[in-house]
């Protein structure tokens, strides 16, 4: 990604003080491999525009990433990784990807994953990318590890050159342009190249929102806005997935609301208690009495005093 030249210029660090540089920086790793007495290691982080680039080396010859370092530290985001020096794999989600010079793999740091070096003297570049900015811009979850050959990337690593070298004379506005072409390439690098897969993408994503609704429509507050920064994804992106399935977020939303107050007058039916209705549409997520009465009425074409439940969906009845 940058000069081999210069990058070897940086100080040399022993283990203790490569380890810790780079959990300060990327999320925890532990090199293995190689005693730590013999490890030697450099590091190097650069400012593309507004994204973290590093560089780093190792003579270990595996870098672990476990269950319990994602626990820990919590990171999320996505790194483009590239192969500056070198031959390596790269190991995640039962995946193995071989690397040689030139190529452009990305990996989700938000997983598990293992670094395995040939000869324990690579050399890597990485472009650290924010997860939600990423997945708002391309539409779909990019899936992991995936790699892309020397001539496909060479563009990518020409744009980040120049964006090391110029950033400093960037104003604010050509920053933000910059970052919209680097989503843009990585979306043209890592897409799934069968329409299926991005189709099995996003219904797992709008599997993901429904989820994420059914968890907290009580909330009478709670609206689409709430569900996109839940998700993770942009406001527009999230209207996009309702939209191409012939709804809204609202609609689904009020629809999840008079399915669960269904549910639970059919049990105030059966029960034959006397709780009050607007005790039901309080605990469905309405906050106003009349607004629920008026939507119910609606959907299901009568009253919820005469609701006998057969119109409610499943899922809705309370188990208790």
């Known amino acids: 990604m940058h000069s081999s030249g210069d990058f070897l210029s940086t100080p040399n660090l022993d283990y203790e003080a490569w380890r810790d540089v780079v959990r300060s920086i990327c999320g925890r790793y532990t090199p293995d491999g190689i005693e730590p007495k013999t490890f030697s290691g450099r590091l190097r982080v650069r400012s593309v525009c507004g994204f973290r680039a590093v560089d780093l080396s190792s003579n270990a010859h595996r870098l672990e990433r476990t269950h319990q370092d994602v626990r820990v530290d919590g990171v999320d985001h996505y790194y483009a990784i590239f192969q500056v020096t070198g031959q390596s794999r790269i190991i995640q989600n039962d995946q193995n990807i071989e690397l040689t010079v030139g190529d452009v793999a990305l990996v989700d740091a938000a997983r598990p994953v293992t670094y395995v070096s040939e000869k324990g003297s690579d050399h890597w570049g990485s472009l650290q990318v924010p997860r939600r900015s990423l997945v708002s811009h391309l539409g779909f979850e990019p899936q992991c590890p995936r790699c892309s050959g020397a001539a496909a ?72 806005c709430d569900v996109a920064v839940e998700t993770g994804i942009s406001l527009r992106y999230l209207q996009k997935l309702f939209t191409a399935r012939n709804s809204t977020c609202s609609d689904f939303i009020q629809s999840v609301r008079l399915d669960y107050a269904a549910g639970l007058l059919k049990r105030r039916s059966l029960l034959k208690t006397n709780q009050p209705i607007s005790d039901i549409a309080f605990a469905s997520g309405f906050g106003d009495y009349t607004n629920f009465n008026r939507r119910f009425r609606r959907r299901f074409g009568h009253t919820p005093g005469s609701h006998s439940g057969d119109h409610a969906e499943p899922w809705a009845y309370p188990h208790r």
């Open 153 to 224: 990337a060479r563009p990518l690593r020409q744009l980040l050159q120049d964006g090391v070298e110029d950033e400093q004379s960037m104003s604010i506005t050509a920053n933000a342009y910059m970052r919209l072409a680097y989503y843009d390439l990585l979306g043209a690098l890592f897409a799934p190249s069968d329409p299926e897969d991005t189709s099995l993408h996003t219904d797992r994503l709008f599997a993901r929102i429904r989820d994420i609704i059914k968890e907290h429509f009580a909330n009478p507050d709670f609206g689409p």
